[in-house]
């Protein structure tokens, strides 16, 4: 599949060059009575950017959602959408969201919800070409009650166009889609994207960030885990694993090997986890008396899993940390 | 992959609307919804009217004077104010169904502001109101009962109608405040406590003091006063005036503090 991918002008020097972040948070902490469900985030998203929040519920994804749109505030630390406080930005009609259920009143009709919506922005788009561009135009005097879950969805869609806003936030905006549905919903968001709005999701299908989003955010109990481009991430998580039988394994010298980015020695067996493993597999039988090798290629799937739960072997490092 | 650049986006050409996002357009959505709801304002309609069929048409009330009226006229503007607050309370209390929709929190992703969004249902409960109020009147014209001269009609009928603001804000509050599922027995129950001690269905003499004392304290107690207050010729009470102003700002600023709250996802 072809991906085309808009950014801003981010040259040398164009940090603190007047352009605000679209999203900034600094040692973001948010706690429910005892329970932490935000762990310090530091997170800066430019504008143009396609980023995906990847995890599994109660990652924080949706807490962190909550705390940029102003919708909660952090128990600690400091947040600013396009350089302002997020409600400062949302009166200006900068960002806007698409939730996952819930925010529509089922007796207005589908038209008079966006006519609704765009009169309380003080700049906002023509309402008949939100809907024609969200694709429910044809429903426009539908009642809201009547929709199915995915025209309600692409309503939603429309009434975040309506202001249109340079950061457009979807939270698991597919949950409970149908594949067909899933597939024009993302069309729409992706075309919508071109044209140069920051978009952040949560979503807790590792395809879905890993076609739609240009920089993944994995998320495990409020933390970030991983953070970098899509290959990035996936190298880091859907790597193989190289095993073979290697007495009296030298450790240092395998970690040295390039692409191992984790060793592991059980006995008389190694376990290298590396995102290229040819080399590894190359180092092995030519430099040792490495025998019975075998490359196990892990799912994606086991990948996200093993990053994203509690007792992961993969050394936790963070490919676009330097960011 | 290939990469384009666009301009950064120009931050400074976008502001808030202006009176946080107060306008006639939502105005008039807002009541068609309200209009929709068939079946509330049949019932505040026919509410009150059959209460002034029972207790406004004795025949004695038709031939005894009240200030400038008779007692018909005087039992027809307690039942149109108790129409009045039956109706923008129940108005009110309809946000009860959009918190559970999260329409509240949606709202809260837009410019408009608690405050803006309160008055704009409480304008939208007032129609409901005025419904109930007309209703009374049109029938305690038919009747030929009541009797005042014919400017009073007007005057009180207004005072009514533009004194339920009050059971707007009250019914906004209630209904971000209390479940969906049982909102509306919780506030009819409420709003007969209040007619009590406002003295709407029984003249607050006939209560022993102490209770007479308490009674001045409740919501509807200011407002009966005034409502009536033209047709009997008193002059207004601070007093009265005071109540109702006090119970206006409490039950508006705990309904916009209940809304500003109500950010939790459904």
Known sequence: MTVTNVRYERGPGRAGSGQPLAIALRGVHKNFGSVEAVKGIDLDIASGEIVAFLGPNGAGKTSTIDIILGLSRPTAGEVSVFGMAPRQAIARGLVSAVMQTGGLLKDLTVAETAQYTASLFAHSMPVGEVLKRAGISGIADRRVGKCSGGEQQRLRFAMALLSDPELLILDEPTTGMDVEGRRSFWGAIRQDAAMGRTVLFATHYLEEADAYADRIILLRHGEIVADGTSSEVKALAAGRTVRATLPDADEAALRAVPGADSIEVRGDTVLVHSSDSDAVARYLLTNTPARDLEINTRGLEDAFIALTSDDNNIDGSHPGASR | MSTQSLPAPDLTTRRAPGLGGFNVTVLGLEIRRMLRNRRTLLFTMVLPVVFFLIFGLNSQYANQRAGHGNVSAFIMISMALYGGILATTSGGAMVSIERAAGWSRQLRLTPLAPVAYIAIKMLTALVLGLGSVVAVYVVGMLTGKPSMPGYLWLVTGLCVWVGSLVFAAFGLFMGYLLPT???????????????????????????????????????????????????????????WAANAIVWLAIFAGGATWRFRKDTARV
């Open chain 2, 181 to 239: 599922e049982n909102v509306m027995q919780i506030l009819s129950f409420a709003l007969v406590l209040f007619s009590f001690g406002g003295g709407l269905f029984i003249p607050l003499s006939q209560f022993p003091h102490v209770l007479q004392t308490i009674a001045e304290f409740t919501p509807l107690y200011g407002l009966n006063q005034l409502v009536h207050a033209p047709l009997l010729g008193v002059g207004v009470h601070v007093a």
